[in-house]
């Protein structure tokens, strides 16, 4: 807007009317601006959520697979080792073994 000279309240009330219609403008900017600077930063926040997700639940399979393997291999060693003596008892039976065969020896019978 110019000055016309010609009546200087009415041009001061344009100026300040202009300004203000300037500074409405620059505000609805940056209001637009702000705007989507949080869409983009929404969009990053779930795209970091997603990768997030999709990389804990790849590590929760192969983690629920380890223990299951781990499980199954401690499973089949108990199935191994039950039915077997504890260890002590086997000593015991190798130690009894062991003092049969001196007695046998020693008595002259064949071990």
Request: hydrophobic share 40%.
């Amino acid at each position: 807007m110019t000055d016309t000279g010609e009546n200087p309240p009415a041009d001061a009330i344009s100026r300040v009317l202009e300004a203000e219609r300037q500074a409405h403008e620059r505000v609805a900017r940056c209001e637009a601006e702000a705007a989507a600077r949080v869409e983009t930063a929404r969009t990053r926040v779930r795209r970091v959520v997603e990768r997030t997700d999709a990389r804990v639940s790849a590590l929760r399979t192969r983690v629920e697979r380890q223990v299951a393997e781990r499980v199954t291999a401690l499973r089949a060693e108990a199935e191994g080792i039950r039915g077997q003596p504890p260890e002590e008892d086997a000593r015991q039976a190798q130690l009894e073994a062991a003092v049969a065969h001196l007695a046998a020896r020693l008595t002259g019978e064949s071990p």
